[in-house]
Nanobody, 127 residues
Framework: QVQLVESGGGLVQAGGSLRLSCAAS????????MGWFRQAPGKEREFVAA????????YYADSVKGRFAISRDNAKATVYLQMNNLKPEDTAVYYC????????????????????WGQGTQVTVSS
């Protein structure tokens, strides 16, 4: 089992920045590709970003490309999502997720590829 706990959410004005963290415990963190998803009110959960277990490969949704950056610190068993130039449409509950297995360059982007999920952290961007 892997436990994931997100933090760093909050209220920010449009154009501002936030950094989300996701701390993992349980099995070896470095064996997992990690991802961030989000769910806005009344909408389905959507992919945001993913990083391979090697840390050398990342993938982003078009809506956040150039504004968000995913990174990981395997020594701290933590994955981060740096969010810059936030927009009101970024308002959502953000979830981190862990995917078992895969190649060193795998950046899973579909919910079914992930095995463990955190409880989520709220991000609200005011206009």
């Amino acid at each position: 089992q892997v436990q994931l706990v997100e933090s760093g959410g909050g209220l920010v004005q449009a154009g501002g920045s936030l950094r989300l963290s996701c701390a993992a415990s349980g099995r070896t963190f470095s064996n997992y590709a990690m991802g961030w998803f989000r769910q806005a009110p009344g909408k389905e959960r959507e992919f945001v970003a993913a990083i391979s277990w090697s840390g050398g490969y990342t993938y982003y949704a078009d809506s956040v490309k150039g504004r968000f950056a995913i990174s990981r610190d395997n020594a701290k068993a933590t994955v981060y999502l740096q969010m810059n130039n936030l927009k009101p449409e970024d308002t959502a509950v953000y979830y981190c997720a862990a995917a078992v297995g895969g190649s060193y360059d795998h950046t899973p982007r579909w919910e079914y590829e992930y095995d463990y999920w955190g409880q989520g952290t709220q991000v609200t961007v005011s206009s």
